[in-house]
């Protein structure tokens, strides 16, 4: 069974930094590509960044040069460095899995999320 | 980066009904779009992938269609389970976007 386990949230001050973790199991995680998604209280969702098998990373625009997302497949486990927090980037952070091996970009699991909250 | 832009933003519906969802993109994204459905608390379910195919597991009343960019996700035969917010994705960049999504209520 497919688990994606997000742990590493909580309550940081504007401008501060947090780490968030997403132990993966039940597949081969070096495989696939896995993304982070955010959700602001009551609001959409909004992809944050993504990391391929190969290590090739993405950003969205409203966190590129503050957050960094690697993985260590030797752990199994995703990793999403949070910079120069902001207030607008409380959100519950999810990690989601790419449904295949290929470049395809659809999420077929994610984990439960973890909160983050910025303090202004 | 691509826009996605849905709506209604919010639909009214009864058990029963048939419903229909649209998205739009800013460029044309092909078939690269997928669908999905959150209910509170819970983390995003994936419902449709590449326009039109069905997710395992998920029932034959959700169906997509659409390419380039205009796309429709409809839901026949509404059941309570099904009350809940959509969300369209495009899967054609690597920067990947969300539509803003659509809150499916009970009438």
């Known amino acids: 069974e497919v688990q994606l386990l997000e742990s590493g949230g909580g309550l940081v001050q504007s401008g501060g930094s947090l780490r968030l973790s997403c132990a993966a199991s039940g597949f081969t995680f070096a495989s696939y590509a896995v993304s982070w998604v955010r959700q602001a209280p009551g609001k959409g969702l909004e992809w944050v960044a993504s990391i391929g098998s190969g290590g090739t990373t993405y950003y969205a625009d409203s966190v590129k040069g503050r957050f960094t997302i690697s993985r260590d497949n030797s752990k199994n486990t995703l990793y999403l460095q949070m910079n120069n927090l902001r207030a607008e980037d409380t959100a519950v952070f999810y990690c989601?899995?790419?449904?295949?091996?290929?470049?395809?970009?659809?999420?077929?699991?994610w984990g439960q999320g973890t909160l983050a909250t910025v303090s202004s | 980066d691509i826009q996605m832009t849905q709506s209604p933003s919010s639909l009214s519906a009864s058990e029963g009904d048939t419903v229909t969802i649209t998205c739009r993109a800013s460029?044309?994204?092909?078939?690269?779009l997928n669908w999905y459905q959150q209910k509170p608390g819970k983390a995003p379910n994936l419902l449709i992938y590449?326009?039109?195919s069905l997710q395992s597991g998920v029932p034959s009343r959700f169906s997509g269609s659409g390419s380039g960019t205009d796309f429709t996700l409809t839901i026949s035969s509404l059941q309570p389970e099904d009350f809940a917010t959509y969300y369209c994705?495009?899967?054609?960049?690597?920067?990947?976007?969300f539509g803003q999504g659509t809150r499916l209520e009970i009438k």
């Open positions: 590449a326009a039109s």
């Open positions: 994705q495009q899967s054609e960049s690597p920067l990947i976007t």
């Open positions: 460029q044309s994204i092909n078939s690269h």
């Open positions: 989601a899995k790419y449904r295949t091996m290929g470049a395809t970009r659809d999420f077929d699991y």
